[in-house]
């Protein structure tokens, strides 16, 4: 379902080149060809975080039951109608999320966790955040 999201993000690569924003994705894992799979669905630059620091102290994990929640289901369903695939390769059960982080002291603008898997952002709401980065003097 993470691919189905950043098309998504990636679908705001002209506006965010326009403001001067990178688009970037922080993975947890590289088991075969998970990234290699991964790219075509987006357009920025992709770092791996083995030691999961970005991913902080407590990460957030939702175990085996998560696929018994009702919204998961339905998020699977809109990705795979949708054409997205996922795989059934590495850990599979920490959390992730889509932030937005201003230069300096502006820090942390927006910040979505997933609570589910498949939760997704919205993507206006990324764009908003965005316009709010102050230019680096």
């Not at 059934?88 to 910040?111: K, T």
């Not at 609570?115 to 680096?136: Q, S």
């Amino acid at each position: 379902m993470c691919r189905e999201e950043a098309s998504e993000l990636s679908s705001l690569k002209p506006q965010l080149e326009e403001l001067g924003v990178p688009l970037v994705a922080v993975v947890k894992e590289n088991v075969g060809t998970e990234i290699q799979d991964f790219r075509p669905h987006f357009a920025g630059d992709i770092y791996i975080d083995e030691k999961k620091h970005f991913y902080g102290p407590l990460q957030r994990r939702m175990g085996g039951l998560g696929f018994i929640r009702l919204g998961v289901w339905q998020n699977f369903m809109r990705a795979w109608r949708s054409g997205y695939q996922g795989n059934m390769n590495g850990e599979g059960f920490i959390l992730g999320g889509v932030f937005v982080i201003g230069p300096g002291d502006q820090g942390i603008l927006l910040e979505h966790r997933e609570k589910e898997f498949g939760d997704k952002v919205d993507t206006a709401d990324v764009l908003e955040a965005v316009k709010k980065i102050a230019p680096v003097k």
